[in-house]
């Protein structure tokens, strides 16, 4: 049996939420054990703490949001993934604002940050729940799919398909929690450039540029919408490479939109509150999906263990 983690030290990493547009300091702080993952808004009277719970979410356009009384923190997907990736159990995780910081779109920063401080054993035994009864979720008005198998460990088999000329399908595959760090920790979040000026007429992806997504252009372009594009993304320029990315930049992973897609699935079913095994797999999943997958599981746990997870 293997014992819960946390980190040795604290550590803070600073930037912007790629929504709100807001600078964010947010600082990782050792736990103790069976506390789990929480995040603690600073900035508010108090110091309210916000669990990363399924049943905390109350948002999921454009990434995920939970909230407990007045307290929120938005697009928790990234950090989380990373928590789990580092294989921690305990984590209070400090924030002076109501949006992570995207940084460069991936997991990737805060996985650096976490290794950095280091990784501790505790004095408790964790508590892994074999789910042995297929979960199934099917939502078709977004044509997604998602089931969770019995299997000895954890593993995501991702699909996408987004019927593009610029992103074909593509799929990926994350064999063990272990291999997220290497593997699929450097992928990062990308965007259609159709997309683009509907998000920020509603008044999202407000601390977006190149440098923390990857951008398809899925149009043909003019100068003067180039021209436009390199003012909202603050740049002197913006240019389309051949294979239809903005601005030339160089994809971390061949399949790194797939890549990503299983990150955020990876970050979004720690919302079920318990580590557990199984093969994941995902048809087309979105942030929507995944929550209502991981509310799924966590109620199949509760009723194969007789126990309440929150």
């Not at 002076?96 to 950095?116: C, M």
């Not at 979960?135 to 460990?153: H, R, T």
């Not at 290497?182 to 977006?208: C, D, N, P, Y």
Request: charged share 25%; hydrophobic share 40%; with cysteine.
């Amino acid at each position: 049996m293997s014992r819960q983690k946390t980190i040795r030290e604290p550590i803070e990493i600073q930037g912007k939420g790629i929504h709100t547009g807001c600078m964010t300091t947010m600082r990782f702080i050792p736990a103790p054990p069976k506390q789990g993952y929480s995040f603690c808004r600073v900035d508010l009277p108090g110091k309210p703490i916000v669990r990363a719970l399924a049943q905390n979410v109350f948002d999921t356009s454009r990434g995920t949001s939970i909230r407990e009384g007045e307290a929120i923190v938005r697009t928790v997907e990234h950090v989380l993934a990373a928590v789990l990736g580092c294989d921690l159990d305990n984590i209070m995780i400090e924030i002076n604002s109501e949006e992570t910081p995207i940084l460069d779109g991936s997991s990737a920063p805060f996985t650096n940050i976490l290794q950095k401080a280091g990784i501790v054993e505790q004095d408790a035994i964790r508590i892994e729940y074999n789910v042995q009864k297929k979960v199934y979720l099917k939502d078709s008005d977004k044509d997604v799919e998602m089931w969770l198998v019995p299997d000895e460990g954890y593993r995501i088999s991702t699909m996408v398909d987004y019927n593009s000329k610029v992103l074909s399908s593509q799929n990926a595959l994350l064999k063990s929690i272990s291999d997220f760090n290497a593997e699929f920790s450097k992928a990062r979040t990308f965007v259609f450039l159709s997309e683009v000026e509907m998000l920020l007429q509603r008044k999202l992806i407000q601390g977006g540029d190149i440098r923390n997504a990857v951008v398809f252009v899925d149009r043909m372009l003019s100068q003067d919408e180039l021209d436009h594009l390199a003012t909202v993304f603050n740049q002197p320029k913006v240019n389309v490479l051949k294979e239809g990315v903005l601005n030339n930049i160089e994809l971390n992973y061949p399949n790194e939109p797939a890549r990503h897609k299983t990150l955020d699935v990876f970050g979004d079913l720690c919302l079920v509150g318990c580590r557990f095994t199984g093969h994941v797999i995902a048809n087309k999943p979105g942030h929507k999906t995944n929550v209502e997958f991981a509310k799924m599981i966590q109620n199949q746990i509760q009723k194969t263990y007789g126990i309440e997870i929150a």
